[in-house]
């Protein structure tokens, strides 16, 4: 029987969609009053840390997946709504979000430039994207591809089976920018992150020069502008 790509989806450990992504919310706007569109919101944990502590007046999630047993039903959340985003059918009001949250989500997209492109459509006008993206750049990913030879996928992380897409900082700064788009603040997870302290004591000692090759990820907070004002 031929395996199905979803396959690689439903198989994942709960973990994997359940994670409340406090590394990318310090880059969330202090504003209790904004309205939060998160796209590929798992399980809904994310979204229900922020109406429950009172960092958005509205919330809203997108997911490709139903989850039983998960936050997605929960009644803080406002609204969630199972759909393939790259169909881009999403019965939502336009201009109607303050942020729209995308972490860890456009490497898994045929075409996220696309979708990006799409999306603006939700924003409201001077709001902002949350973004994380793997970066393949990472110095495992290339021992691995380098000096093993290998491109083998794995369940989770930057060689992610799941993933369709590959980016180095450069590229996700290609991908992010556009003349309606701005990225206002980024760092890596290097930075956003507690732990890997040999790392970061590396990373410190050689100025930051091999930052790019030390860090799995990198977090972007995008400034959606009037299409021609940027």
């Known amino acids: 029987m031929k395996r199905s790509f979803e396959n690689y989806y439903t198989e994942k450990d709960a973990s994997y969609y359940n994670n409340v992504r406090l590394d990318l919310l310090k880059f969330l706007p202090s504003n209790s009053k904004q309205k939060v569109l998160e ?15 009172n960092l958005a007046s509205y919330a809203c999630g997108v997911e490709l997946f139903e989850f039983k047993d998960s936050n997605q039903n929960h009644a803080s959340i406002d609204q969630f709504v199972i759909a393939n985003i790259e169909k881009k059918d999403l019965k939502l009001a336009q201009s109607a979000f303050d942020v729209i949250i995308l972490a860890d989500v456009l490497e898994h997209l045929e075409d996220p430039w696309d979708v990006l492109n799409y999306l603006e459509r939700f924003l409201t006008d001077g709001g902002y994207f949350l973004v994380s993206l793997p ?5 495992n990913a290339l021992r691995k591809i380098v000096f093993k030879g290998s491109f083998a996928y794995t369940d989770h992380g930057v060689l992610d089976k799941t993933h ?4 180095c900082r450069k590229n996700m700064i290609e991908l992010l920018t556009s003349r309606n788009r701005q990225i206002q603040e980024s760092s890596s997870s290097l930075k956003m992150r507690d732990g890997n302290r ?3 004591l590396f990373n410190l000692l050689t100025f930051n020069c091999f930052e790019e090759f030390l860090s799995v990820q990198y977090f972007f907070k995008v ?3 009037k299409e021609g004002t940027a």
């Not at 590929?40 to 109406?51: D, E, M, Q, S, V």
């Not at 970066?135 to 110095?139: A, C, L, M, P």
């Not at 369709?164 to 980016?167: E, G, N, Q, V």
């Open 164 to 167: 369709l897409r590959f980016f």
């Open 39 to 53: 796209v590929g919101a798992g399980g809904g944990h994310t979204l229900r840390y922020i109406k429950e502590n």
């Open 223 to 225: 400034k959606r502008f």
């Open 135 to 139: 970066n393949i750049r990472e110095v």
């Open 198 to 200: 040999k790392r970061k």
